[in-house]
C-alpha cells in the first residue's frame, strides 16, 4: 500500500511515493508554473505524479491516496483550497479536480501542518502526540498538533505563530496587523533589520554586499560580527517570548524548530532559548525539549503522504 505526498510550493513542487510505515520509494521535483494558470500547476502535479510511478513501477491500484500541502489556507471538508496568494488561488476546488485528474482519492490541507505531521510521523516529533512546531523562513509558519491531529480551530488555520502581537507598535505587516512574529523575526525580517542597521553607517562584515541575504547575517554573526549578533539576538528574543507564550497556552510535550533560520545553529538557537526558559520562569516545571526538525524539505510531501494515509485509515478503507 503507497501513498502519493505533494509539497505544493510557490515556485517548486516536491512529492515523493511513501510506504505505510514512512519509507520514501521516491522522490522528486518539479517547478510549480503557478504564473501560467492552475491548469499549468494541475498538469505540474500529474507530470510528476506519473514520474514518480514510472520510477517505482507502482501500478494503479498500489497507490491509495494523494496528501497535498497548500501554501495557504485549506478548507480541508470541502477539499477547497480558500486563499494561496503564491499560487493566486482564491476558493479553489482542488481536491475535486485532482482526483479525477489522479484517480485516487486526495486530501489538502496547509503546508505547516502537513510539515508538522510529517515530523511527527519520521522526524524529530516522533515520540510525540502533542506538538507545536514553527517553521521559520522567508515568513513564519506554525502548527499545533494536539493528541496526534493537528489543531485546525474555528477559521481553519489553526496556529498562526507568525501573527501573533510581540510589539504593539511595530512594523506594519501584510496582513494589516502590526507588530506580528513574521514581521519582526523571519528571514525577510533579519534582513530587513540588517540593511537598517547598515543604513546607519556601522562597520559589518555585511557592508558592501550586493545582495543581502538572511544566510550572510547568520554566517557573519557566527564570526562575530557585532551587527549581525544584534539583529539576531533581537529577532531570537521575539522568537523565543513568543514561543514561551504559546507554550503556555497550549502546553505541549515539544517544540520542533524548522526553516532555515532554525536550522543555522546555536548563533539564533542560544539566544532564543535564553529568552524562553526566562518568559517561562517557573512556569517550566520540568525540561520542554526544544528540537529541531529532521526532514528538511521532505517533511511536506512525507506529512502529506501520513495525510492521505490517516485520512484513508479513518475512513476504514
Ligand atoms: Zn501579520
Known sequence: MYFLGIDLGGTTIKGGIVDKTGNILTQGQVPTRAEAGAEAVLAQIENLTKELKARVGISDGQLRGAGIGIPGSVDVEKGLVR?????????????????????????????????ALGEMWQGAGRDYQDILMITIGTGIGSAVILNGQVHRGIFGYGAEMGHVKVEPHGPLCECGGRGCLETLASATAIVRQARQELERGRPSLLRGKETLEARDVLVAAGQGDELAREVLNR????????????????????????????????????????????????WQIKPLPLLLAQLGNKAGFVGAAYLALSFLRGEGK
Request: proline content about 7%.
Open 235 to 282: 529577532a531570537a528574543g521575539y522568537l523565543g517570548i513568543a514561543l514561551a507564550n504559546a507554550v503556555l497556552l497550549i502546553g505541549p510535550t515539544v517544540v520542533i524548530l524548522g526553516g532555515g533560520v532554525a536550522q543555522a545553529g546555536e548563533v539564533i538557537l542560544g539566544p532564543l532559548k535564553e529568552r524562553f526558559e526566562e518568559a517561562l520562569g517557573p
Open 83 to 115: 486563499l494561496a496568494p503564491n499560487l493566486h488561488w482564491r476558493n479553489f476546488p482542488l481536491r475535486g479536480k485532482l482526483e479525477k485528474l489522479l484517480g485516487i482519492p486526495v486530501v489538502l490541507d496547509n503546508d505547516a501542518h502537513v510539515a
